[in-house]
Each structure stands twice: as structure tokens, then as C-alpha cells.
């Protein structure tokens, strides 16, 4: 059974909140109101409310954020809600749990909001606040940053393996900032950057820890995502009335989510000696495309989980775009920008657009959506009908994977 999608929006996420004075429910606010714009829907059209969010309760000490929803946005007061939790996956997980609800017959229209307000505290208390997603009191002890900690781990465990070289990963946060000076959201968009911010260049690129430099990094931002779910009984009604067809209208037809042990070390150390360091990612990848019933060339592009250069070379060959440990051949030969044969983050991703942890599966989602319905404006891949996304939380502790398409612009 497929769920559509009717509409969503995101927040600018160039945008410090606490700096205009706001909080975590305006961001839901305004996310909220544009998204129910975008599907041209009453918010009383919406019949269950999800929110995706990580650690509000620390950041901001705000938990009962179905509750803050409803105050923002005064239509949906009254409907049920429910919020959910998997470290930089919560929004995917909001996504699958609002999607399980209009598959099971519960509801026809659910909205999924996620959220994150994380430029409200000092830079290395939200370092504290994001390294609860690791397995707290037994990793990366006396880390100053936790999560370059960790992922200056996988490049370290990609080196054993493989080898690996820093050239690569500069190109990846190099076409993740050029994609992103086309989104008119990005939190990096008019930023400047040199040459030598993709380089091994300890002045213009400082490491921050271990093999991880300043450029390889996701960034620390504020932001909401929402999107507007429905049945297709529901989506069929809303295309008649608009003089639509149903077959243009985007959906997701295929999922896929595995969990592993929380341990970095742990997770490693279950996969020596096979080809993949992080085997239970390609699972959820296989899911997704076996119930969407695809495989790799028949998808457009993807959005991807690139809280590190680390993170998108790891990704590229779980994907299957290239052999294990072969990443860079995707990097070398440009496949993966956004002219290329399997374009990856036209969107700018977490390196150039930004991370709001909780917003992040959410947004994925949303921007799929847009470029398979042709509304991706100059961030748009030519042709794009079907998409896919790979969000992770954690040291890829949660791993989940949508496939969402269209069957005409």
C-alpha cells in the first residue's frame, strides 16, 4: 500500500530562532502552516499528528511536544498525536509511524512534524547535548566533540580496510556546499569558502578531531520539517478536486528500518570479515527497494545522511553505487553531483543545507517528494521520478530508508 504525499515545507534553516527571540514552537508553527498551504488543506482536514524530535528536553526543556504543536497551530488541537524519538532517525521514525496508522485504516490525512532547536546554547554544550545518542558514559570518553570522535573512527576503520584518502572526502563537502548555493533555505548558501577548505589544509580546514576536518562536518542548525500524509482513498479525493491525477502526486513506495547494538566498537566488531562495515544498513536499504520493487538504476537520486564526509563515502557503498571501500570512484568520476548519473544531495544535505537532528528524516522525505513532482526549483535533477532517502542516528544505530516516486511530472 502506498501513502502520498499531499504537500510539506521546511524552515529556513539559516535562520538562529533564539536570536529573533522565539522557540521550538515557532519553528513547528511556522513549518506546520506552510506545509498545510503547500497541500492546500484546512488544518482540521488532518486527522493524527507525529512529531520527530531527539532532545528538546535538553536543549530547550521542553518535553510534551505533541501538546506544543497543538498550542502553535490552534486546527489541530483535540487530534491525536504522538512523539518519537531515534537520535538524527527521529523524524524517519515519526514518518514510519504516521504511515503505519494510514496503511492500518486508522486515518487518511496524518501530519509529521520534526524538529530541532539546537543554536539556543553554547557550541560545546550542544556537543554534551548530542552525545547521548551514543552509548553515554562508554564512547569516545574525553572527547572534546563526541560525534568527529566517532566518525573519525569509521574513517580510521575505512583505512584498515580499504585505505582511504582525505582528497575524497574534501570533494564530498565540496559538492555538498555547491548544491546547497542553490537552495534558497540552506544554512550555507551565500557563505564563502576557498579551495583550501576542502583540502588537508591545517588553516583554511582545521582538523577537528582525528581525520575529521571543519569542512567534512554537518551543521548545527535550528529547523522543523512537516509533511502531509495520506491514504490514497484520500489522496484520490484531493487530486479530483484540483483537477489532478492521482499519478502525480508523490508517494512512498518502499521502506526499510534495522536497528544495531548502540556500540560503535560493538557494531564494528560484528562485521569483521564481511565486505560492509555496517551490514544491517544495506539491509534497510534492500527493504526499501524490495517493497518499492526496484533496484539500484531504476532511482533518480538520493538524499542521504552526511553528518560527515565520513558518513556519505560509507553511505555511497552501502548503496551499492560502488564495490566496498570503492567509494571514491563515485567521488572521482562525478556521479554523484547533481548533473551526474545518481546525483546525491542536490539539496545541499546536512553539510550544506544543515541538521536540525530531529527535522533531518522529515526533510529528506520532503525534498524527495519535490523533485519527483518537479518542484525542486534550482535544485532540481532533470528527470527525476523516483528517489530515495538514508537517514541514520546515531553511529548508525537506527537506520532507516524511504523510496518515493512519481508517475508523472
Known sequence: MSVFVLGGSHTDFARN?????????DMMRVATVAALEDAELDGSEVQVAHVGNFVADLFCGQGQLGGVLAEEVPALRGIPTSRHEAACASGSIALLAAMAEI???????????????MRNVHGDEAAAHLGVAAWAGREAVGAPYLWPRMFSELSAEYDRRFGISYEHLGEIARIN???????????????????????????ANPVVDGHVRRYDCGRVTDGAATVVLSSERAASGWATSRGRSLSSIPRVSGWGHRSARISYAGKVADSAGEALVFPHIRSAV????????????QIDMFEVHDCFAMTEYMLIDHL???PPGRSFEAVEDGRITRE??????????LI????????????????????????AGETQVGGARRAATLNIGGSATTVVSFVVETAAP
Not at 17 to 25: D, Q
Request: glycine share 16%.
Open 286 to 297: 534492500l527493504d526499501a527497494w524490495e517493497r518499492a520493487g526496484v533496484t539500484l538504476p
Open 103 to 117: 496503511e492500518a485504516g486508522r486515518y487518511d490525512v496524518a501530519l509529521v512534524c520534526g524538529v530541532e532547536q
Open 352 to 375: 550544506g543545507l544543515g541538521h536540525p537532528v530531529g527535522a533531518t528524516g522529515v526533510r529528506m522525505l520532503f525534498d524527495c517528494a519535490q523533485q519527483v513532482g518537479g518542484r
Open 17 to 25: 530562532f533564539a536570536r529573533e527571540g522565539l522557540g521550538i514552537g
Open 177 to 203: 556546499y555547491e548544491n546547497a548555493r542553490a537552495n534558497p533555505k540552506a544554512q550555507t548558501r551565500s557563505w564563502s569558502l576557498t579551495p583550501g577548505c576542502f583540502r588537508a589544509d591545517d588553516t
Open 340 to 349: 551526474g548519473a545518481i546525483p546525491i544531495n542536490p539539496s545541499g544535505g
Open 320 to 322: 551499492g553505487i560502488t
